[in-house]
């Protein structure tokens, strides 16, 4: 059982994992963060990335006035259990300057846990498929060009989800990804 966020491990450590990030930001310089965010998820521990979506400009959905977001979405393979999965991937915000100061809130990095192999967990600080994915076409735009044909966890197809989930400004930008 995992001391801090008391989930049982779902992969033996060898196990490999076909994993989603899901990453947005909205300060500072969001292109360069995001296409430097991806180099840096390639070089996470006991991973591989396999694939990158493109960037997307989104219209912000928070509090009071905010810029405009750069979504992507990248696809990883990976022997981390999630509870280190998400230590490593907030270790990655905090060095982009990352600050929490409220709910949706404008940020300079965030990343999210879209999916997890088939895995489901509802846990206070962890939340496997991302609890507002489904409602979000800058997720599922981006998801759907790098895993086509997804089956999710609750037995749905990823290409029906797209196409009932809420429009949304949202533009595929043309600048190249890695
Ligand atoms: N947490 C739970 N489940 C997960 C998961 N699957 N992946 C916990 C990552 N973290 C997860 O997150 C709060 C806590 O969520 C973490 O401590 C972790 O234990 P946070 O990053 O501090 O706060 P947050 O991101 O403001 O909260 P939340 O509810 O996760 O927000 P979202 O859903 O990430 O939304 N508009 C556009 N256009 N594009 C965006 O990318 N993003 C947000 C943030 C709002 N509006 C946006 C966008
Ligand atoms: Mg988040």
Redesign the pocket.
């Known amino acids: 059982m995992d001391a801090k966020l008391n989930i049982p491990p779902v992969t033996a450590a060898q196990q490999k994992a076909i994993i989603y990030i899901?990453l947005?930001?909205?300060l500072g310089t969001p292109i360069e963060t995001v296409l430097i965010a991806m180099t840096e998820l390639a070089q996470l521990h006991q991973s591989k990335r396999l694939a990158c979506s493109s960037l997307y400009r989104?219209?912000?959905?928070?509090p009071g006035e905010q810029g405009?977001?750069i979504?992507a979405v990248v696809k990883i393979e990976t022997q981390l259990p999630p509870n280190d999965l998400?230590s490593a991937?907030?270790a990655i915000?905090q060095r982009h300057g990352?600050e929490?100061n409220?709910?949706?809130?404008p940020?300079t990095l965030?990343?999210?846990?879209?999916l997890y192999d088939q895995l489901q967990i509802a846990?206070e600080?962890?939340?496997?498929?991302?609890?507002?994915m489904l409602q979000?076409n800058?997720?599922l735009c981006p998801l759907l060009e790098i895993a086509g044909n997804l089956t999710l966890p609750d037995g749905s197809q990823l290409t029906d989800r797209v196409a009932d989930c809420p429009a949304?400004r949202l533009t595929k930008l043309p600048n190249p990804t890695p």
């Open positions: 899901g947005g930001s909205n989104s219209a912000p959905i928070g405009d977001y979504n998400l991937l907030q915000e990352r929490r409220g709910r949706w809130t940020r965030d990343l999210d846990i879209l846990h600080h962890l939340c496997i498929p991302h609890s507002h979000r800058f997720v949304g």
